[in-house]
């Protein structure tokens, strides 16, 4: 058996923050999966058997039984499945999250927290009843979206971090930075603050990841790779510094992600989740 996955964008005000609602059901094609860093944040409401996060260095990975809240992260998370797993989330564009939030997004980079941690125990179990007597996958992510917009409250910078952060979005991270700072009419400082509150990283960081996620998601493993001419595009000093960039992101070298790339598309041709997590090493 697959994995049934469901998808759509949230009506608005909705829209603005998050790229999509979603419902994830089945087996998973490998007990561990290993998930890059992108320029996104990750909410996940757990309706199985309890999943395992293992977070950037991390030598252990920890239970999260009711779901759990990720900011943009700086390294790759290694998400370990039940043999059978059900969920609904929410990916969130960079900005997205904060409003949900009681806490500076800063606290939570690189480190997941359960969903009761950030909307309280009684909350969270409420929303998991529902959505577990819910009819079908539309009436959850319906649900899901209510409780979104239950929720949703305005949060200081939120213009300046969402608009300074589409402008690195447009450019997949290929902008100077101090540019963008002076076309806000803000100090470095203000900016990497608002920045850190609202998204968890720096805007230099988040740039990193955009040109990250835009170069790893051009390669396509089923043709041969000029690994050179790749890291020039992208705009990296040399191929040893894209290498190293490689490395810090995921924890593999380039060529060891291509070949795990490609277990994954000769062992699950055209399955949904093909795109991004990779079978952890």
Not at 171 to 189: F, Q
Not at 217 to 227: F, G, T, V
Not at 260 to 266: E, H, N
Request: aromatic letters at 10%; glycine letters at 8%.
């Amino acid at each position: 058996m697959g994995v049934e996955y469901v998808s759509r964008v949230p009506r608005p005000p909705l829209d603005w923050l998050i790229d999509d609602l979603y419902f994830l059901e089945g087996v998973p094609p490998y007990a561990r999966l290993t998930l890059p860093p992108s320029p996104a944040a990750l909410l996940i409401v757990n309706l199985g058997a309890p999943f395992l996060i293992r977070a950037g260095t991390d030598n252990e990975a920890a239970e999260y039984a009711d779901g759990c809240v990720v900011t943009t992260p700086t390294r790759a998370f290694e998400f370990g499945y039940p043999l059978r797993t059900r969920s609904v989330g929410v990916h969130f564009k960079p900005w997205g999250l904060a409003p949900f939030l009681p806490m500076p997004a800063a606290e939570l980079c690189d480190r997941p927290v359960t969903i009761e941690q950030v909307w309280g125990r009684p909350a969270i179990a409420e929303l998991r009843d529902r959505l577990a007597t819910a009819y079908g996958p539309h009436q959850m992510l319906t649900l899901l979206e209510e409780e979104l917009l239950r929720r949703l409250r305005d949060t200081a910078g939120l213009g300046l971090v969402r608009h300074t952060s589409s402008v690195i979005a447009a450019t997949s991270g290929a902008v100077a930075i101090d540019e963008l700072r002076v076309a806000a009419g803000v100090s470095s400082t203000h900016l990497a603050q608002r920045f850190k509150e609202i998204i968890g990283v720096t805007p230099k960081r988040l740039a990193r990841n955009y040109r990250f996620a835009t170069t790893v998601l051009s390669i396509n493993p089923a043709e041969p790779i000029d690994w050179a001419g790749l890291a020039s595009s992208a705009g990296y000093f040399d191929q040893a510094h894209f290498g190293h960039e490689f490395r810090e992101f995921t924890g593999l070298a380039p060529t060891r992600y291509v070949e795990v790339r490609r277990q994954f598309l000769r062992e699950h041709p055209g399955h949904v989740l093909d795109n991004w997590p990779l079978p952890a090493d």
